[in-house]
Structure formats: structure tokens, C-alpha cells
RNA sequence: GCGGGCGUAGCCAAAUUGGUAGAGGCGCACGGCUUAGGACCGUGUGGGGUAACCCGUGGGGGUUCGAGUCCUCCCGCCCGCACCA
């Protein structure tokens, strides 16, 4: 017989949404724990028992620091637009508005099956008009600051769900959504001064408590490189051509320089073989990524004929080369090479025949070509015998001196293109207007009185203030995308045409709509304050709850979502809205749950295993006990049915023990000792999220009181409440069943008493030579003499140890072992 | 190629940071209870050996009284980035 989950949970549920347990309210006198999960897109495929594995972790964290007097804010919303959402309601021809609620409500109904203590009072919804309201809001202040851009640059285009996309969406030259090879197209676009806040991100890293791995990924994403720029004259000519390097200390060695396809100065020199140039730089720009990768790295180029570089060290000329293994869209697009010290340079430099002028030693053993790493300089004139590192400097300062170079920090990050060809997203909240734009052309008024930053520096796009926010999404019914660079809101003319708020004449609305990061670069901010009509959140909410004090998510958002948020975040911070510079404090990663195949869990397979299933057979409790002892939470881990049965046994095992149940009983002291133990292991492994171990505990705990003839109710009731973050239902039940009338999580967490933590008659092993011999009992704190003489007591030792003068060493660790050299 | 992580019974894993390797779970075996069981309960469960003991944390080497833990080289796996000058 197995214990009656079904009614009990359902009637636990009932009551604590009866009785408002799950409402947070802001109460300052309390001290703050504010723990989070990244909101889930409510795809229509639903959730299986992997999606849940956060969520049942983070409500365990947080009902147990409920127990421990916490005010914990623990809520949830939904990621609902962008292309996701959209191209479910495309394909399964709904209006994505409706595919989303119902995705929602079906969302929420297989997250309450495992009673998820989440605050509803606070739900968001980034495609609710109260909601994106704010998101335009933050944007227009981007835009006011300058830090919102109109380009022109070649975007990443996808063919398939066509629309423009950032970096970050872009995996392996496809499209991260649909697979679809990348393309580049040349686009108006709004971008996003991510780089202005580059460093920030970078030397901010340090304040936040993260896994490594995720800080390293947004480290080498942001990709900082110090190094110089240089000048190399074109002989003959006035023109210049500037590279970025970070091994000057090469400088003696670069014997050529080479352009990416897309350098400007390419157009503005006097080419001899023009005709050879301009094909080569054709033919580069139709690649792709995946093009120019799938090549095996193979370094094809062309010389520039007739012009010549002028190396300003050596003073001597050398070619210039166009070649597509330098890359446009980093540094300045143009470096020198060194083909000595560096593969790529080396490659190019065999294939093509050109010079290999070796300048740094390795500081010992023989050389080998190219020789990348740092060393001793060789013919390098007056640098020479300099080791790289003061080479760079010594070298920098020459050039600084000579006027021909400076020092220079480049990122890989890029700009973020915030423009979407497509309907299901937060429309931009600018507008166009002619007569504005003459205005700002013209010069004709006080236009830094009149226009703000982004005004100015986009002339004729105008943001709206916050009185005409949020600009509604219009509905439609045709909202396909149209594949031809607009977005398919440029159609509805009656939306489109406008008035300049700050001019009262003709303009036309932005019709491009933000991506999918939008919403969730500040969504965590509107759970403080999530139905407030007046501002973004109340600054004393913000003050009491920020930072976040625990999210938890999936690690693909590492150089994503993450990397947005903290850019938004910091620039709210600057504009005085939020408090604190980073918003996630500690953040964790959710491993992946496989299915029991060892595949991911896919409708495609057909292993998907549901919650409700579960819930059904097992219970959600079992499912929450599982999911929290399966293996360490970070770390991706195959569901087990026999695993998932395990756990269902031990619940029951522990309802059966109520029977047991004395008044009278008084606990022996080994008993009280293993209590306070298993209370000290608990709390510590819960708050560390070491769930796993800590779920062994109470079994171990268990264990030892199915061994009990009775048990005191005093230890079961303690028991019951280490189970309550784990298995809620289970253990409100139990708690009632003993008489309690009031819910369990409005109970202290146990603490332990230091007292009862060790045992007084403790075990010491005795080894002989470093091998395990024997073990003896003795007191806690027991010295040398005493432990050596007990030992020299017991027979197997007696074995090894003829007599006393055998001994050639001892080592004693107190309480712990003693090893006899001999 | 670069960066991060990992490798412990048949499987998932633990090990207080250098001190009894394998806690806990699954599985398996035997026994009990059962008309029956893919249910439940109990006992056992790294390998070898009658035993004393020996061997054992991917492999080799090292430091140490003592190494899963530290150092070094190698092998294998996972994740991220990838012509970033």
C-alpha cells in the first residue's frame, strides 16, 4: 500500500492558495532572499520533467529560507514573444497572441502539479502592453544617451525566419532557432552600443559569484585584446593604413600587410591589377561563415600590385595583400603579418611565397616555425636581446614617440542589432520625421536645446516620451514575415502614419520590431513591482530586493540573455534606476535531464517523460525528491524510472514510521547525535545546493530510524520538517497528522546543538607504514601516549608491532588515525 | 587550435579540501510475504584468495608517513568559442 498522494496533494495545493502562503509581501524588517529562475518561452510542445528540475531546485532553496526567517521574493512569468512564439502560431496557423495565452495557461497547469510555491500576485508577461510599456521606456532612454544607432553594415540575415539577427543568435554560421544557414545582408538597422559598456561587463565579472565555466564564456565572448595601432605609409602616396596588433614586439618581422576584403582604402588606391583586386573582393563578400570555415582554413589572397607598405621600424617597402582570413568586422581590418609568429601568417606567407623573417627566440630549446609564443628578440636592430614583453613596450613607446602609432583595447563583442523584420515582438518607439531631420541637417535652431542625443545623432528619428508609451502592437491578421527587409507592420498604413510628438507633423512609426532579449534584459526588475502604472519599479522595492540573490537557468544563456541583461542593467543603473551595478549576484546552471536512452528528451524520440505522468503515478513529491538527488544539480544526468521508484519507496517508508511514534520515548544518544548531524549536513548541503547529498542524508537518517522500535515525536516532527522544502505536500500532511494546525513552513528550520555534533567514544585507525592495520575505540581528544598504548593492546597490531622499539616514527592526527612507521 | 570542465563498483554518484575509498540510490543475489508480481519487507553486494592478506578511483611518473584529492606527462569524454591579428 502506498500513502495517498493524490488527495493530499491536492488538498495541500488548496490550501496554501486558500491561505496566501505563497505571497511575498515587502516586509523591510525582514532580511531579503531574492531567488529567481529564468522565465521559460511558453512553447507549445509543454514541459517535461527536465524543465522542471530548476524550478523544483529553486523552490526548495526557497522554502527553505522561508523556514529560516527569510522574506523571500520567488516568482514567475513567461518570455513570450519573439521567434519562437511566432513561428509555433505560423506554422500551426494561430494568431501568436492566442497561441501564447494558450501555451501559458497549459504552461501553469503542469507547473502547479508539483507545487511550486511562486508568487502569482507578481506574474509577468513581456507581450502584455503594461509590461512592454517599460521595455520601450528603457529603450527610448538607450536612444535618448546616444547608445542607440542607425547602421548600415551587413547584418546577419536569416533566410528562413527572415529577419536580421544579432551575433549572439547566430551558432556555428546558423541561425540558432531554425538551422538555417546565415547570410549576410546588408540592412538598415537599429544597434545598440554594447561596446561602450565592454569593459564594464568584463571588469565587473569580479563581483559576481558565478561557475567559472560561465564566466570564462562571457569573458572570452567580450573578447578583450590590448595591443597598438601602427601607420604604414603607402609609398608614395599620402594614404595610411593602420593595424591593430598585439605583438609588436613582431614588428621586425612582418614582412607583408594585408587587408580584409571590405577595408575602405581598398576603393581609394591607385591599383594596377584593379580588375584582379575587385573580383577577389566580390567573391569574399558572397561567402558565408560557414563558407569561409568549411574552406579548412585554406588562405587564399591576392597582391595589391603597384603600391607598397612602408614598415616604419625598418623603414623598408613591402607588399600589400587583399585576403579574407582578415577580417573586416575586427580591429581595423588590416594587419601586418609576421609570418615567423603566427599560423595563420605563416600559412599564407608558403602558399604565396613570400619572405619569413624570424625575430624572436624562444627563451630555450630549438626553434620550430612558426613560433608563436613570447621570447627573445633577434634581429630587431636596437630592440634586440629584449624579451617580448618589454619589446612591446619599448616598441610602443617608440612609435608614441614618433608619432606613428598609439595604444589601442579592441573587443570582439559587437554592436547588438536590436531590429526584427517581423511582427511578434515590442515595436520600436521611434518615429520619422522629414521636417525634424531638415531641422537637424540645417542646423536651423538651437537643436541641442531642442533634440536629445539620439536625435541628433540619427537625424529625423524622433523617440517618443513616456506619456505615448507603450505603442501597442496593432492586431492583424496577416503578420507573416515578408522577407524583403521590413517588417510586416510596414503594411498597415493607419499604424504607420503618425505625428512628430515634437514637431505635430507628418511622420511615419518605426516598423522594425525588438528581438526576443528584449523583455528579458530587465524583466526581473517588474517582479518587485509588477502592477505599478506610474514607473518602472518603486525605488525603495528595488532598494530592498535587488540584487538577485540566486538565478538559476540554462547555461546557452551564458553569452546571450546574461550578457544583455547585465548591459541593461548597467545602463539603468547609470540613469539612476536601479541600485546595485550587477543584477545577478550568484547564478547556477541547470543540467540537462536526458531521457532514460540517453538521448535529449524530443516528441521526435518519443521519451519524453511528462510531469503529469509522474504526478500520477508517483506523486509530485517523489518527482520533487528525485529531481533534487538525481546527481549534482549542474551536471547533465539520464532520468531513471527505477531511480524516480526509489524515492517513492523511501516517502512511504517514512508514512510508515508514524506508527512508531511514542511520546515517551527519549533518544538514545548515538540517535540525538545523528539528528544533529544530519540537521548541520542538511542545512548546509540546501543552502550550498548540494541537493543531492543532502537527500542522502535523510535517507541515511531514515535508515538508522527504521531500526528504532519507537520513535519520540520530538525527532519525527524534526525529521518532517528537514522533508518540507523537499516534499511539501507529504510533509503538511504529516505535520497535521501530528496535531500541528498550522502550515509547517510557517516553522523554524531545525538547528542543531554543536553539543550533540560529535560523538565522545570515537574510532581511530591505526595504520602501520601508511596501511590500514587496525581500528580502535577511544575517547574524543585522547592523546598520543594513550591511543599508542591502546593500540600496542590490540592483537592484529601486536602482529606487526614486536616491540615498542620497532617504531621508527609516529604520526598522530588528533581523533583521526595513527600511523607507526616501522 | 584556444578556453572551461570531467574520468571513482554493473549504473547514477559520495568523500569534512591530503587522513578508514565507495555514504545514499538504482540494479543484482538470496530469504520472507504472497494465487501472482516489474508490489512490499529483510540480508548481502568492488575484484582475487580457504585464510592471513593482496589488488583497486582513465594510464605512466613524482612529492608525502599517507594521494581519488597536490605536481608532471599521456589517453579518453563533454561544453563553449573559433582565421579576433
Known sequence: MSYPFKEIEKKWQNFWRENDLDKTKDDRKKKKYYILDMFPYPSGAGLHVGHLKGYIATDILARFKKMQGFNVLHPMGWDAFGLPAENYAIKNKVHPQKAVDENIKNFKDQISIIGLSY??????????????????????????????????????????CKTSLANEDVEMGKCERCGALIEKKPLAQWVLKITKYAERLLEDLKFVDWEESIVEQQKNWIGKSEGALIDF?????????????????????????????????????????????????????????????????????????GIKAINPYT???????????????????????????????FDFAKKHNLEIKQVINPEKGEIELPFIDDGVLNNSEKFNNLISQEARKKLLDFAIKNKFGKKEVFYKIKDWVFSRQRYWGEPIPLVFCENCANKIKNQKSKIKNEFNKGEILNPGWISLVEKDL???????????????????LANIKNWVLTKCPKCGGAARRETNTMPQWAGSSWYYLRYLDANNRKELVDKKKEKYWMPIDFYVGGAEHATR??????????????????????????????????????????????????PKKVADEFGADSCRLYEAFMGPFIQSIEWSNSGLRGCFRFLNRVW???????????????????LNQT?????????????????????????????QKEISKKTFETLIKLLAPFTPHFSEEIWSFLGNKNTIFKENWPKYDKKFIEEKEITIVIQINGKLRGEIQTERGANEKKVLETALKNENILKYVKDKQAIKRKIYIQDKLLNLII
Open 561 to 610: 540573455h546574461l550578457i544583455y541583461a547585465r548591459f541593461w542593467h548597467k545602463f539603468l543603473y547609470d540613469i539612476k534606476k536601479v541600485s546595485t551595478i550587477e543584477p545577478f549576484k550568484k547564478f547556477i546552471h541547470v543540467g540537462l535531464v536526458l531521457a532514460e536512452d540517453g538521448r535529449k528528451m524530443s516528441k521526435r524520440w518519443g521519451n519524453v517523460v511528462e
Open 679 to 707: 540537521i548541520k549536513k542538511i542545512t548546509e548541503d540546501v543552502a550550498a545546493f548540494k541537493l543531492n547529498t543532502a537527500v542522502a542524508q535523510l535517507m541515511a537518517f531514515v535508515n538508522e530510524l527504521e531500526k
Open 656 to 674: 510508515g514510521l508514524k506508527d512508531k511514534i511514542s511520546e515517551k520515548k527519549i533518544d538514545d544518544k548515538k540517535l540525538v547525535i545523528l
Open 315 to 345: 623603414k623598408k617597402e613591402i607588399p600589400i595583400f587583399v585576403a579574407d582570413y582578415v577580417l573586416g568586422s575586427y580591429g581595423t581590418g588590416a594587419i601586418m603579418a609576421v609570418p615567423a609568429h603566427d599560423e595563420r601568417d
Open 470 to 488: 507603450p505603442v501597442e502592437l496593432p492586431k492583424v491578421d496577416y503578420y507573416e514575415p515578408t522577407g524583403t527587409g521590413e517588417s510586416p
Open 233 to 305: 605609409f603607402v609609398a608614395g602616396v599620402k594614404e595610411k593604413i593602420t593595424i591593430f596588433t598585439t605583438r609588436l614586439d613582431t614588428i621586425f618581422g612582418c614582412t607583408y600587410i594585408v587587408l580584409a576584403p571590405e577595408h575602405e582604402l581598398i576603393s581609394k588606391l591607385k591599383i594596377k591589377n584593379l580588375e584582379e583586386i575587385n573580383d577577389y573582393v566580390q567573391k569574399a563578400k558572397i561567402k558565408t561563415d560557414i563558407q569561409r570555415t568549411a574552406e579548412e582554413r585554406e588562405k587564399t589572397g591576392v597582391e595589391i600590385k
Open 119 to 160: 508568487d502569482w500576485d507578481r506574474e509577468i508577461n513581456t507581450t502584455d502592453p503594461n509590461f512592454y510599456k517599460w521595455t520601450q521606456w528603457i529603450f527610448t532612454k538607450i536612444f535618448e544617451q546616444g547608445l542607440a544607432l542607425r547602421s548600415f553594415e551587413p547584418v546577419n540575415w536569416c533566410p528562413s
